[in-house]
């Protein structure tokens, strides 16, 4: 089954203490982004993946980090978490940024106390 | 200042009474607008994808439509299974291919 794979689902942490939220797709797309939903803001962008090695900035970039060294993972790092940080993120993936389609994973709800 | 902006936040809509839900841009030259349903608790899941003024899709009991500077999305005869979170999102021009913008999303309820 084609899917986005995100983990953990859930995740309650404290201040400072580095997390990783994966993310896996299954697609063989090249395309992958990352998103975080705060009610009343929306989805706001976070960073995104041209390809393998190649990352960019999205809106909200600031106290987050990705890499992409397999086409299919794209981990999202919070080396310092913060309390401003705790907000539902959704790692998404498309054949390529030139292709509409995004499939999103289930989501990760991050609590930062 | 947002680049999309979606109307009304919120709508409440007995089934089998049609409406719309519009998506408003301000970048010029867009290089594509998409539809996004997302139900509670799970990620957007996609709808539409529309590219130049006049260009129209439907499905099912959803079309929608792209003018110069908004989009529509019409529903018609909806049913409760029709409740759900829409979201707008636009790929604007001038920007690196990578970059989305959404809207914040117009949620819709269905009541029998």
Request: hydrophobic content about 30%; charged content about 20%; some cysteine.
């Given at each position: 089954?084609?899917?986005?794979?995100?983990?953990?689902?859930?995740?309650?942490?404290?201040?400072?203490?580095?997390?990783t939220v994966?993310c896996?797709q299954?697609?063989?797309h090249e395309y992958m982004s990352w998103y975080?939903?705060?009610?009343?803001?929306?989805?706001?962008q976070i960073y995104y993946s041209m390809n393998v090695e190649v990352t960019d900035k999205g809106d909200v970039p600031e106290g987050y980090k990705v890499s992409r060294k397999e086409k299919r993972n794209f981990p999202l790092i919070l080396e310092?978490?913060?309390?401003?940080?705790?907000?539902?993120?959704?790692c998404a993936s498309s054949?390529a940024a030139?292709?509409?389609?995004?499939?999103?994973?289930?989501?990760?709800?991050?609590?930062?106390? | 200042?947002?680049?999309?902006?979606?109307?009304?936040?919120?709508?409440?809509?007995?089934?089998?009474?049609?409406?719309?839900?519009?998506?408003?841009?301000?970048?010029?030259?867009?290089?594509?607008?998409?539809?996004?349903?997302?139900?509670?608790?799970?990620?957007?899941?996609?709808?539409?994808?529309?590219?130049?003024?006049?260009?129209?899709?439907?499905?099912?009991?959803?079309?929608?439509?792209?003018?110069?500077?908004?989009?529509?999305?019409?529903?018609?005869?909806?049913?409760?299974?029709?409740?759900?979170?829409?979201?707008?999102?636009?790929?604007?021009?001038?920007?690196t291919l990578g970059r989305l913008?959404?809207?914040?999303?117009?949620?819709?309820?269905?009541?029998?």
């Open positions: 089954e084609a899917q986005v794979t995100q983990n953990p689902r859930y995740l309650i942490t404290v201040t400072g203490k580095k997390l994966t896996s299954n697609m063989n975080r939903q705060d009610p009343g803001l929306g989805l706001r310092s978490p913060s309390p401003n940080q705790t907000s539902l993120y959704f054949l030139t292709n509409e389609k995004l499939f999103f994973g289930s989501g990760t709800q991050l609590s930062v106390l | 200042e947002d680049q999309v902006t979606q109307s009304p936040e919120a709508l409440r809509l007995q089934e089998g009474e049609s409406s719309s839900l519009n998506c408003s841009y301000t970048v010029s030259g867009l290089r594509g607008l998409f539809w996004y349903r997302q139900d509670p608790g799970k990620g957007p899941e996609f709808l539409f994808t529309l590219y130049s003024a006049g260009e129209e899709k439907e499905k099912e009991r959803l079309k929608a439509t792209l003018t110069k500077k908004e989009s529509f999305l019409h529903i018609t005869a909806p049913k409760p299974e029709d409740s759900a979170t829409y979201l707008c999102a636009v790929h604007p021009p001038g920007s913008y959404f809207g914040r999303g117009t949620q819709l309820t269905v009541w029998p």
